[in-house]
């Protein structure tokens, strides 16, 4: 499942600094894609959006929206992305 690397990826091209803090992790864990979704959730979002000031942008509020959740197969994934 890719929803944490597609968001990840989107909010790169939104949010200034964290490209930089995404490649970062992804440096010293190049396996995270194939990692448990809590785990990509961690290191690919969490950490780099807590370290990544949006303060400093026009824009203080990040919202993200996931559409398609039925779509995604298994409700163990559905229900760990919701918890996450």
Do not use: H, W
């Not at 499942?1 to 992804?26: H, W, Y």
């Not at 990544?52 to 197969?73: H, M, Q, R, W, Y």
Request: charged share 25%; proline share 6%; with cysteine.
């Amino acid at each position: 499942m890719r929803v944490f690397p597609t968001i990840t990826r989107e909010l790169i091209l939104k949010v200034p600094g964290l490209e930089a803090l995404v490649a970062e992790a992804i440096n010293s864990d190049p396996l995270i894609f194939d990692k448990a979704l809590g785990e990509q959730f961690d290191k690919l979002l969490y950490r780099p959006l807590q370290k990544v000031s949006i303060f400093k942008t026009n824009c203080p509020t990040l919202i993200v929206v996931v559409d398609a959740l039925d779509e995604c197969g298994e409700d163990n994934d559905i229900e760990a992305i919701l918890s996450l």
